[in-house]
């Protein structure tokens, strides 16, 4: 790696360094949209917010450690294969040390399925420009030091499954029940928000921030859903940056069962999108008040192929003959930070599992990240069943598996 960074004129600084890296990539009129399982239907009209990808670079004088966070709604294994083999390739940096994720929001343009519309176009311009902010985000990098704080969110997301009050049964996710005597939601929803600021010496300080919830709101995007953007993402992007004078990165958490809106309980904050990212800038705030510093010593990490057995009913609607899917989870350290990836729409009870029971004093938990293989359920929803059991490509107790597997790896780095 060191070789092929020095040939560029890139050299890595002595001790903990952080660089930094935002590319506008917005489509065109016509390009194909991902969210709401219609990215060959859906095609984009105007832009409402730019879409993004950023990339922070994170040294310890040897090691490199990547992270992307881009606004799609995933990045499929196929898709996320190309652009790894990139940059393993130009800067000799593993996939076992990068995390390549998304933000989950349904209103940003495809770079997955070969049918839609535009994709031949807007895809090499994504894979470009995950390589031009690689290489300036390495150029970029410089000393610093961390600090780590948290924050509850409250009413700002919300488990989409319902339950009713009378007999327990399952109410499904839609139509949302409008009565809060007669329904309830299934889970608490993870709330914690989680920040890590960097402070650099001589240049803006970077902050990254982990949280879990949908960005797919029902009041964006007009009647066709067709006005691109990253929904909340966009507005909490401009406000912390503005308000903190920081350079911003948010990493979804798993927040395959939770939005940012509901018709039951709390209705007041069934708000607009602008307002959603202006609220979250407050929580982030408020972690960043108690914030605390840790150590950031050598880098270390592991990735798994992680064996998962295909559900039986996906498998027939699909035609799908192999019973079993290869996950990639990576889980990086920091000195007390680490990381953990899952290519999944999970449960946040799954991932709240693994946060809370990391060893690390921070940890973030990455959804759709290194690869995105849609829904895990948590084993206790196949009771209720419901849309995300329907969808899923994986047996029960998947999600669980992951999050053991999870706790292993973290436990064996910490360990060294």
């Not at 946060?355 to 990240?369: A, H, K, L």
């Amino acid at each position: 790696m060191t070789e092929k960074l020095k040939k560029m004129g890139i050299s890595l600084p002595e001790g903990f360094s952080v660089g930094y890296c935002r590319k506008v990539v917005n489509p065109v009129e016509g390009t194909g949209l991902s969210g709401w399982g219609n990215e060959n239907v859906r095609v984009s009209t105007e832009i409402l917010d730019d879409i993004c990808v950023t990339c922070t670079a994170l040294s310890d004088g040897e090691k490199v450690f990547l992270f992307y966070t881009c606004d799609v709604v995933g990045i499929n294994n196929a898709t996320g294969k190309i652009a790894l083999e990139r940059i393993e390739e130009r800067y000799g940096i593993t996939p076992e040390h990068i995390v390549l994720g998304a933000t989950h929001t349904h209103t940003g343009p495809s770079v997955n399925s070969p049918k839609a519309p535009g994709i031949e176009e807007y895809r090499p311009r994504f894979y470009d420009a995950l390589d031009a902010i690689t290489e300036q985000a390495l150029r970029d990098l410089a000393p610093a030091t961390a600090t780590v704080g948290r924050s509850n969110t409250q009413s700002l997301n919300y488990v989409r499954r319902y339950l009713s009050k009378k007999d327990g049964s399952y109410l499904g996710n839609w139509p949302v029940p409008q009565d809060p005597d007669e329904a309830c939601h299934e889970t608490l929803p993870d709330t914690t928000l989680q920040v890590i600021r960097f402070a650099r010496e001589g240049k803006k300080d970077v902050l990254m921030v982990n949280w879990q919830c949908h960005p797919c709101s029902n009041n964006l995007a007009g009647e066709k859903r067709s006005q691109v953007s990253p929904d909340w993402v966009a507005p909490f992007r401009e406000t912390v940056e503005e308000k903190l004078d920081v350079h911003f990165a948010y990493h979804q958490g798993a927040c395959g069962n939770l939005v940012s809106s509901t018709h039951i309980i709390c209705e007041k904050n069934n708000v607009q999108y602008k307002r959603k990212g202006k609220e979250l800038y407050y929580y982030t705030k408020k972690a960043l008040e108690s914030s605390f510093p840790v150590s950031v010593g050598k880098f270390a990490s592991l990735r798994d192929e992680f064996v998962a057995l295909r559900n039986p009913d996906w498998m027939q609607r699909m035609g799908a003959t192999a019973d079993r899917e290869t996950l990639y989870l990576n889980v990086l350290s920091i000195g007390d930070i680490a990381f953990a990836t899952a290519p999944l729409e999970w449960h946040d009870t799954c991932g709240r599992s693994v946060r809370e029971g990391s060893p690390f004093r921070m940890t973030f938990v990455c959804g759709y990240s290194n690869g995105y293989q849609g829904y895990v359920p948590a084993a206790f929803c196949w009771e209720n069943g419901g849309y995300e059991v329907k969808k899923t490509h994986f047996v029960r107790g998947t999600g669980e598996k992951i999050a053991q597997r999870h706790m292993q790896m973290l436990t064996e780095l910490y360990e060294k």
